[in-house]
């Protein structure tokens, strides 16, 4: 007479629903700290434009800035790559669990000064280089990377004391690629801008607001949809 086995037993929806209930929260909890972040580093970023810094650590910080760019003969490819280079450098450094915590404020800080500096320098008030930054689209673009990568490093300490490193880990890959995907985005928004001003045409600057338009608003419905 052949062995019975037990029948295999699925497990229990309410132990899925509890899994998916984990999984929700977490995911509401990183569109929060998302929103909240790139809000606070716009206001931080303006407030380094505007609000008057040192001259003399202005200056350190502008002469630092002026040994890195680029030649003014730079081609267009060669520039996005180096805007690319330096701005993913920033925003890996940010992605450092808990390190994110002291860099990000201190590079969004130091970036605002170094453009208040130069816009001094070419006698421009500080607050009509803010109105500036705000209404090119390359900044918001520019900056949701480095507020992604802070909120993808806090989550992976949020997962740790929650025990879910193992789950969080594989988003923290996904959201690497993405960040560095929306620092070239960002890149080649601020060569066009760059170039269309030096060629008379500053207004392209501004168009691109329509494809950025045009791909976030799907997005956002979807994470709108997603999270219920």
Do not use: C, H
Not at 64 to 73: E, F, G, I, Q, T
Not at 80 to 95: G, P, T
């Amino acid at each position: 007479m052949e062995e019975q086995r037990p029948p295999e037993t699925e497990p229990p929806a309410d132990a899925e629903k509890s899994e998916w209930n984990i999984d929700m929260l977490f995911q509401r909890k990183r569109v929060l700290a998302f929103g909240i972040s790139l809000l606070v580093v716009l206001v931080l970023f303006l407030l380094a434009i505007v609000v008057p810094a040192d001259p003399s650590f202005r200056q350190t910080l502008v002469t630092v800035a002026n040994s890195s760019l680029p030649s003014k003969n730079v081609s267009a490819q060669a520039l996005i790559v180096d805007i690319a280079k330096n701005n993913a450098r920033v925003a890996l450094l940010e992605m450092i669990p808990g390190f994110g915590f002291f860099f990000l404020p201190l590079s969004i800080f130091a970036s605002g000064v170094i453009i208040q500096g130069l816009a001094l320098s070419q006698s421009i008030p500080p607050s009509i280089a803010a109105v500036n930054y705000v209404l090119l689209p390359f900044t918001y673009v520019e900056l949701s990377a480095y507020a992604l990568a802070f909120v993808s490093g806090t989550m992976l300490i949020v997962a740790w004391r929650n025990m879910r490193l193992r789950t969080e880990a594989r988003v923290f890959v996904l959201e690497l690629v993405a960040v560095v995907i929306i620092v070239i985005v960002a890149a080649v928004m601020e060569t066009i801008t760059i170039f269309s001003a030096a060629a008379g045409a500053p207004v392209v600057g501004l168009l691109l607001w329509a494809p950025l338009i045009g791909a976030v608003v799907p997005l956002v419905m979807r994470i709108r949809r997603v999270n219920g």
